[in-house]
């Protein structure tokens, strides 16, 4: 013990005695006192502490979070479970299956492409640039579907002239409306007319005007109206209500674009930007673009022509080859025979189906819209997600359910027509229109596109009452692709009936 303690006193005089001398050492600088100049050694001592004190509380949260992280370690080992819902179930919340989409869209390809090589080597190529040119034209002298469109502009005419005398008060509302009246049903017959009577119009051709006419007779019907309208709010309300009321608010208008108001829209350009924009409504005002964008429009013309080539490829080479095959009289095969040949006709009806509603709604109408900077682009919305028949038919043509909507539909329910029989004259307007785009081209009247219409109406019912989520979904899209080869079909069937009846016999 006494040993001990006389080392550690020796060790306190030796640590004692270097601190003094480090002071002693220390010499005053620049004249400095020697006061200062221990303050500084003094505060230059506190400083190193300070940093090692400093030090040592940085260590510390650096070893409690590694104490945390180890802990946490040890934690997942002993736990790797906790309350999961499947990815595949609807309660888990999942909706990212873009990987499914690729695989079926590769499925779809490899499959097709099994059936199209098939087709090659039994058929040959059949693709014919000329024999497309001969579906439109009999005689390259006598183009009457591009004069059809031509005539058209007279039924434009009419209409502009009828509004601007009704704006005036040169005529009276029954008038004009007796005018409107006669001018639209001419717009509707008079094309039928040329179409059944002329003998160098081509199905293919006739079809293509009775389109056009069909389109600026929804849009022409929506001009009267609109401007009917206008005229109502003017004579009811005083002047400046009037003008605020039949001109949208400006907060629907990018800055410095000039309005316009009743009647200052009866021009021969508001008209005709109407008749060209892709919509069947008609508003004094619509929404525009800020500027036209070259790379978005060039983008949409390669698909516009891509498309229309690749539908005329497929059509000679897959379609009209298994139409030719099923040009017999349904009488001579049995009930399996018919539904083997339903069902060759359905895989390449459906994909050319899918493939015009990609060029004719987004790419064409993007183009048209583009083009004439047209603010509004909704031409479809998800009908693919369709649950209901209804949903489908409201969503997969948006302009045509607009026009249905704001000018036959809730009219009739404003004079009092229930919702069940204001929908039922919906689906037989389009029915009949259905009917006068296919019977009349073809000049043969069979009702099959006007029945499939019509047969809508129960089949909404039916999914609509007994079937929901997914059931529905495939329910909606089993009567896209059965539904519309069986139409085909059917129209197959009494066209060789009709021309090659008697040769089979």
């Known amino acids: 013990m006494s040993d001990l303690n006389t080392n550690g006193a020796l060790t306190r005089r030796r640590r004692a005695t270097l601190a003094a001398g480090r002071v002693a050492t ?14 500084l050694v003094t505060a230059d001592f506190s400083l190193h502490d300070g940093k090692r004190i400093q030090d040592r509380s940085l260590e510390r949260p650096a070893a409690k979070s590694e104490k945390k992280k180890h802990k946490s370690e040890i934690c997942d080992r002993l736990s790797c479970h906790k309350a999961q819902e499947s990815l595949l179930s609807s309660a888990s919340g999942y909706r ?29 190529i059949l693709v014919d640039p000329i024999q497309v040119i001969s579906l439109f034209l009999n005689n390259p002298y006598s183009w009457p579907a591009a004069c059809l469109v031509i005539v058209s502009n007279v039924f434009i005419l009419v209409t502009l002239y009828t509004e601007r005398q009704l704006s005036k008060g040169s005529f009276s509302e029954f008038a004009g409306f007796l005018v409107h009246c006669i001018n639209l049903s001419i717009l509707l017959t008079f094309p039928a007319a040329v179409v059944l009577l002329v003998p160098s119009m081509t199905p293919v051709g006739g079809a293509i005007a009775l389109g ?3 389109i600026l007779f929804l849009k022409l019907y929506s001009y009267k109206d609109v401007n009917l309208w206008c005229r109502e709010l003017s004579t009811v309300k005083a002047k400046k209500l009037a003008r605020s009321l039949s001109c949208p608010s400006p907060q629907h208008f990018k800055g410095g674009e000039q309005k316009v108001c009743y009647p200052g ?18 508003e004094l005002n619509f929404p525009r673009s800020p500027k036209l964008r070259i790379h978005f429009l060039l983008r949409r013309l390669f698909e516009m022509l ?26 001579d095969m049995d009930l399996s025979r018919m539904t083997e040949r339903l069902l060759r006709l359905a895989v390449p009806n459906h994909l050319l189906w899918l493939m015009f509603f990609y060029s004719f709604f987004h790419s064409s109408m993007n183009f048209t819209a583009e083009l004439l900077r047209f603010g509004d682009r909704q031409f ?45 004259a919906v689906f037989f307007l389009s029915a009949f229109f259905h009917e006068y785009l296919v019977s009349v081209p073809l000049r043969m009247f069979r009702l099959w596109a006007f029945t499939g219409m019509m047969a809508q109406l129960p089949l909404a019912w039916f999914v609509g009452h007994f079937l929901r989520g997914n059931y529905g979904n495939a329910a909606v899209w089993m009567s896209i692709i059965i539904g519309q080869p069986f139409a085909v079909l059917m129209y197959v069937h009494d066209y060789y009936v009709m021309h090659y009846g008697n040769e089979a016999e």
Request: with cysteine; glycine share 4%; hydrophobic share 45%.
């Open 26 to 39: 220390v010499q005053p600088v620049n004249g400095a006192s020697a006061a200062g100049t221990a303050n």
């Open 212 to 214: 056009i006419y069909t």
């Open 265 to 282: 829209n009866l021009t021969i350009k508001d008209i005709y930007y109407f008749a060209f924009a892709p919509t069947l409504c008609y």
């Open 306 to 331: 891509f498309f229309i080539q690749l539908l005329v490829g497929l059509t000679q080479q897959w379609m009209v080859p298994i139409i030719q095959s099923s040009m017999k009289p349904l009488k």
């Open 96 to 124: 990212n299956y873009r990987g499914v989409l690729n695989w079926c869209v590769v499925m779809l390809v490899l499959s097709n492409a099994r059936l199209f090589l098939e087709n090659i080597l039994k058929y040959g």
């Open 380 to 424: 479809y919305n998800d009908w693919w997600n369709s649950e209901t028949v209804t949903y489908f038919w409201q969503n997969w043509n948006i302009p045509v359910h607009k026009w249905c909507l704001r000018h036959f539909y809730k009219p009739l329910l404003r004079k009092g027509f229930s919702k069940i029989v204001s929908q039922s």
